[in-house]
Nanobody
């Protein structure tokens, strides 16, 4: 069973930084991409950043220049460095992995979410 475990959320003042981590456990055939999404109260889930197996990266316009997504050496870990945080970045952040399962089925896994609150 594929699991994603996130860490690193918390309360931070505007302008400060946080780093989120996500580690995938379990067996997959291939890991296609990992990424971060967020959901603010009374809002839908939105893409923050993704990184694919080839290293290609995609960011939401709202975080470009402030957030950086990267992978760990083992490739089953993804990080989100968030700098110059704004109150509008307040949300629950979810880690996502898209992969081919051992039975060659395209699948998505989601973490449990970690709260990020930006407030003075």
């Amino acid at each position: 069973q594929v699991r994603l475990v996130e860490s690193g959320g918390g309360l931070v003042q505007p302008g400060k930084s946080l780093r989120l981590s996500c580690e995938l456990s379990g067996s997959v055939f291939t890991l296609n991409a990992m990424g971060w999404y967020r959901q603010a109260p009374a809002s839908g889930r939105e893409l923050v950043a993704t990184i694919n197996s080839g290293g290609g990266i995609n960011y939401a316009d709202s975080v470009k220049g402030r957030f950086t997504i990267s992978r760990g050496n083992t490739l089953n870990t993804v990080y989100l460095q968030m700098n110059s945080l704004k109150p509008e970045d307040t949300a629950v952040y979810f880690c996502n992995a898209r992969y081919y399962s051992l039975t060659r089925v395209v699948s998505d896994a989601w973490g449990q979410g970690t709260q990020v609150t930006v407030s003075s």
